[in-house]
């Protein structure tokens, strides 16, 4: 799933690459974010990757009840990206 770099600059964006697409991250984040897409084709590719899957996600999500495969779909890519995913409750 993740085909970011191995450098410290891809980690970086692969991290912040989810909180990107919430709309979470500072603006100064997100502008370090888009800069390492415009140089970095594989985070670029992958950022698009998720952006499409994601909007898939939500255009289904106004007429869909299936809120619980939805979260578990994120919980799942995001465990993929991150070393550890926080505790649900
Ligand atoms: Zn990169």
């Known amino acids: 799933m993740s085909d970011c770099g191995s450098g410290d600059d891809c980690r970086e ?8 697409l919430d709309g979470v991250l500072t603006v100064e ?5 888009e800069a390492h897409l415009k140089r ?4 670029a590719d992958a950022h698009e990757a998720e952006r499409r899957l994601l909007a898939a996600i939500k255009s289904s999500e106004a007429d869909s009840t299936d809120l ?3 979260r578990r779909i994120l919980a799942a ?6 070393p550890s995913a ?3 409750g």
Not at 13 to 20: E, H, M, P, V
Not at 40 to 43: A, D, P, V
């Open 68 to 70: 619980a495969l939805r």
């Open 77 to 82: 890519l995001r465990s993929t990206t991150l």
């Open 29 to 33: 984040q997100a502008a370090e974010f």
């Open 86 to 88: 926080p505790p649900s």
């Open 40 to 43: 970095c084709g594989r985070c």
């Open 13 to 20: 964006a692969c991290k912040r690459l989810f909180g990107y």
